[in-house]
């Protein structure tokens, strides 16, 4: 599996952006989903996550109420729509693809086994 995301950019704080990931391949339905970022000098975090079977959905305390993951199976892409961005949400984007059927845990970045490239979002005050 491939996976290209886009859409970030620079926004100012308080406004919104949709991230895209699109991917290759026919088992993208069969596959949890999930987003993570990287700022500069720190680890790589958790931000959300949709569960391939329910689409049931996870995110990180920090984004929550703020960003919505959501999946089209028929485009095998998912989105991460980012609404009132602060300042530290600045960081590169990267989605993910975790294969496993059972016992998934979504927040755990070492789960995943594909990456895509990321995507800079950059938030100014």
């Known amino acids: 599996v491939q996976l290209q995301a886009s859409g970030g950019g620079l926004v100012q704080a308080g406004g919104s952006l949709r991230l895209s990931c699109a991917a290759s391949?026919?088992?993208?339905?069969?596959?949890?989903m999930g987003w993570f970022r990287q700022a500069p000098g720190k680890d790589r975090e958790f931000v959300a996550a949709?569960?391939?079977?329910?689409?049931?959905?996870y995110y990180a305390d920090s984004v929550m109420g703020r960003f919505t993951i959501s999946r089209d199976n028929a485009k095998n892409t998912v989105y991460l729509q980012m609404n009132s961005l602060k300042p530290e949400d600045a960081a590169v984007y990267y989605c993910?693809?975790?294969?496993?059927?059972?016992?998934?845990?979504?927040?755990?970045?070492?789960?995943?086994?594909?990456w895509g490239q990321g995507t800079q979002v950059t938030v100014s005050s």
């Open positions: 391949g026919r088992t993208f339905s069969s596959y949890t």
């Open positions: 949709i569960y391939w079977s329910d689409g049931s959905t």
């Open positions: 993910a693809a975790d294969r496993s059927r059972w016992g998934i845990r979504p927040r755990v970045d070492t789960e995943y086994d594909f």
